[in-house]
């Protein structure tokens, strides 16, 4: 049973704050995806990353950074936290590279940025 | 890239009857459409997939059916019950998954 976790459920910043989101799989998954939830717009895809060290852009990167220095672990970055990045944060993993792996998500993470 | 629509956004239905959520993609090149279920404060699941050289799949109460040509995807669940109460989200995939809206469905007992 796959199993993805994010570092927190619920985070609290202030604007300007730098903020980290952590990611991890436990099935040796070669793709990771952060994407971001919100009511009315569905998830949309903010970076994926199909080996270490790789990353690409989704749909929505600006004001966004990621890391994937280890297999298991992909970390969405806030380089400076804005109110319009309150949100609800999913991370997602899948096992190849074929179009028909499904995506296994993480419970979430809520971001508030006041 | 990708675009896709998602209708109705909700969708109340009386347990026992069928519910229908439609979607409309705009990549030709998209070959895989998957749905997925998000039940409140839960993780969005895979409950059903379609490829694109494939018309119609089922699986039990859950169905969907796939028009290429007019681009166009739907999910179908007969005889809803209350678990099947939750955010629907359909999907496309050309290179990356692209999500709909959602659709809030509400299974009245």
């Known amino acids: 049973d796959v199993k993805v976790t994010q570092s927190s459920r619920y985070l609290v910043k202030r604007t300007g704050e730098k903020v980290f989101l952590e990611c991890v799989q436990d099935?040796?998954?070669?793709?990771m995806f952060w994407y971001r939830q919100d009511p009315g717009l569905g998830l949309r895809l903010i970076y994926f990353?199909?080996?270490?060290?790789?990353?690409e852009k989704g749909d929505i990167p600006e004001g966004y950074s990621v890391s994937r220095e280890k297999k298991e672990r992909f970390s969405l970055i806030l380089e400076s936290a804005s109110t319009n990045q309150t949100s609800m944060y999913l991370c997602?993993?899948?096992?190849?590279?074929?179009?028909?792996?499904?995506?296994?998500f993480g419970p979430g993470t809520r971001l508030t940025v006041t | 890239g990708e675009n896709v629509e998602q209708h109705p956004s909700t969708l109340s239905v009386q347990e026992g009857d069928s519910a229908v959520i439609k979607c409309t993609y705009s990549?030709?090149?998209?070959?895989?459409f998957p749905w997925y279920k998000q039940e409140l404060g839960k993780r969005p699941q895979l409950i059903i997939d379609?490829?694109?050289?494939?018309g119609e799949k089922k699986d039990q109460r859950i169905a969907v059916t796939l028009n290429k040509t007019a681009k166009h995807f739907s999910l179908h669940i007969t005889e809803t019950q209350p678990e099947d109460s939750a955010v629907y989200f359909c999907?496309?995939?050309?290179?990356?998954?692209?999500f709909g809206a959602g659709t809030t469905v509400t299974v009245r007992a």
């Open positions: 379609i490829r694109s050289n494939v």
């Open positions: 099935m040796d998954h070669e793709n």
């Open positions: 999907a496309a995939y050309d290179y990356k998954l692209s």
């Open positions: 990549d030709s090149a998209s070959n895989y």
């Open positions: 997602a993993s899948s096992q190849g590279l074929a179009e028909t792996y499904e995506q296994c």
């Open positions: 990353s199909y080996d270490v060290k790789m990353k």
